[in-house]
């Protein structure tokens, strides 16, 4: 029997090497290459670790901003930093709006008993079946025809009702989880129902608020049809759009583009690993019991 | 008497409520969802090509009855369910065996739980980054590795001919996509209790017996969902096809949500381009349905 535990053990951590291997291989040998000069990434055998370790390209994107055009450095790393500094005002601005306009639809879905409650839930989540690519075209037309394209508003506005609908729920099945008597006794007490909900009701929600502000930002992050469609000048890139003109240009060196890579992913990947219990249980709140 | 009129107001105020709580939301939603959709439908039935302004009509169900009669519809197609039955395999099949192990208990689980949301949160232009570099013809990490355990005799160019562009394409765009399955399954599998797989093993079921006869099937609401889920998404594929292949090598990898990109934004053509992207999500809806049906048909009596 204990020489069937220790089989079983050996099975299982080879296993999870294999799954860890898989999991973070790739990304970190684009973090190394990252480090590397480009003739080194030409060695057979690949050179795993970097030596030396080399900071240009890193250098190139953080001052590439205040770089002229004669020095040399490609433009997508001259526009990078400005691009990375949209991601975060268009992430971090859906995140804000979506949890606090979130929160008050969720209420009313979550705690109170009217008619077509289960229409304006049906309605809010079915919003999310239409594919976004057919939503794109009309959207990029009138926002040319009415002045909102290449501007950042247009695209927190536009991320923020594609992550509404997931806010929403994840929001509104937290709500349900909070103790009716608390919101009774607050009641009897003589707080109004939009006293219960900023009294009670969010500050007793903050682990499911972070959870949704938190999967707000990263999908807004990582977001691309829009910020692609919806942009005509460095001003409203977002750092997605800068990768894929980064991935797509045949001229720049690897180097520089692999390092976009890397700098573009640091933010959602902190998040990620710091925030991780609010992120899983978010995840699966938010489609359990979808 | 008089506490049914109390009822009766404090239904009145609550439905108030609840339409001035969620005013703002569904606002946001109807003007950015509702309203544009409404405009898909309109431009669809329409001839309206940006490089012929002032040329727009009403053509009824043309744009229509030209994309089904055209190969230009039915090769991506093709395409779009080779990749989205390829993708959703082999997310269910990596994830489903992830999940089981994530569902044994071990020392350093919860460490390799954690980091299973790295590729999550890695966004999807940035993951096709990725593997263009892991891919490159002369600097690719799997050229260099293929070539060390001597499976190729030198360096190929996997994104340049069918099928290993094919394969290469369902592997990268899954490599992001099987952590959240991954955590759904393992979710669905740790609320089988776990004195059933204890009677079964006093019954002398193997490990093969127990895992046909009780996990799939308990499994199976979340499995169905998960199917699902990844279908509606893999069906919809667009941004690494933008960075990876551009629908290339001979439009090999000219999946619809491609060609509705250069049929709209690079032709212009917006009645065209609206109307092959309600094919394609009628497509997606209806197989959505299609499966829900299905797949939730055997879960029910047992």
Aim: proline share 5%.
């Amino acid at each position: 029997m204990k020489q069937h535990a220790r089989i079983r053990l050996a099975v299982i951590y080879i296993g999870a090497a294999i799954v860890l291997l898989g999991t973070i291989g790739p990304f970190l040998w684009l973090v190394s290459s990252s480090f590397q000069y480009e003739r080194q990434l030409l060695n057979r055998p690949p050179q795993w670790l970097p030596n030396p370790v080399v900071l240009d390209s890193y250098r190139e994107i953080f001052e590439g901003a205040v770089l002229g055009e004669d020095s040399g450095v490609p433009y997508q790393s001259r526009i990078f930093l400005r691009s990375f500094g949209n991601s975060f005002i268009v992430a971090g601005s859906v995140a804000a709006i979506a949890v606090l306009v979130g929160s008050y639809a969720a209420y009313p879905l979550a705690r109170l008993d009217f008619r077509g409650r289960n229409v304006l839930l049906f309605g809010i989540l079915a919003s999310r079946l239409i594919p976004a690519l057919s939503l794109a075209i009309p959207i990029v037309l009138v926002a040319k025809k009415i002045g909102m394209s290449d501007r950042l508003v247009s695209l927190v506005f536009i991320n923020l009702s594609f992550i509404l609908p997931y806010v929403i729920w994840l929001l509104q099945s937290y709500f349900k989880s909070i103790p009716m008597e608390l919101e009774d006794a607050g009641r009897i007490d003589g707080c109004s129902r939009l006293q219960v909900v900023h009294k009670i009701i969010l500050p007793l929600s903050l682990p499911g608020l972070t959870s949704a502000g938190i999967l707000a930002f990263l999908l807004t992050w990582g977001e691309f049809l829009f910020a692609l469609l919806l942009s005509e000048t460095p001003a409203s890139y977002t750092s997605t759009v800068v990768v894929s003109l980064f991935a797509t240009d045949v001229d720049v060196n690897f180097v520089s583009i692999i390092t976009a890579g890397v700098v573009s992913v640091i933010p959602p990947i902190c998040f990620a690993l710091i925030f991780q219990r609010f992120i899983i249980s978010g995840l699966l709140s938010g489609s359990l019991k979808g | 008497m008089k506490a049914e009129t109390n009822n009766e107001r404090k239904e009145m105020s609550q439905g108030m409520l609840a339409v001035l709580f969620s005013a703002p939301a569904v606002l946001i939603i109807a003007a950015t969802i509702l309203v544009p959709f409404g405009l898909a439908v309109f431009l669809s039935l329409h001839k309206w090509n940006l490089k012929r302004p002032g040329r727009e009509r009403f053509i009824g169900l043309e744009n229509y009855v030209d994309w089904l009669t055209d190969s230009d519809f039915w090769e991506p197609l093709q395409t779009t369910f080779t990749f989205a039955i390829g993708a959703v395999l082999l997310i269910v099949a990596v994830s489903l065996l992830v999940a089981l192990l994530l569902n044994e208990n071990f020392p350093g689980r919860g460490l390799v739980r954690a980091l299973l949301l790295v590729p999550w949160a890695i966004p999807s232009v940035v993951n096709a980054l990725l593997w263009k570099w892991l891919l490159n013809p002369q600097y690719g990490l799997i050229n260099a590795l293929w070539f060390e355990l001597g499976i190729i005799t030198e360096y190929q160019n996997m994104l340049g001919s069918m099928p290993s562009v094919m394969i290469w394409l369902v592997i990268a765009y899954s490599w992001i996509h099987i952590p959240l399955a991954t955590l759904l399954l393992l979710s669905g599998l740790q609320t089988i209790p776990g004195d059933i797989y204890e009677s079964a093993i006093v019954d002398g079921a193997g490990l093969w017996q127990r895992f046909r006869f009780i996990t799939l099937p308990m499994l199976r609401p979340m499995l169905s969902i998960v199917i699902i889920f990844e279908m509606i998404f893999a069906l919809k594929v667009f941004d690494i096809i933008f960075v990876l292949t551009a629908g290339g090598p001979a439009n090999a990898t000219n999946v619809l949500g491609w060609q509705i990109y250069t049929e709209t934004f690079r032709k212009l053509d917006f009645g065209a381009g609206s109307s092959i992207a309600m094919l394609l999500g009628a497509i997606t809806l209806g197989l959505a349905i299609l499966f829900y049906v299905f797949l939730d048909k055997g879960t029910e009596p047992q």
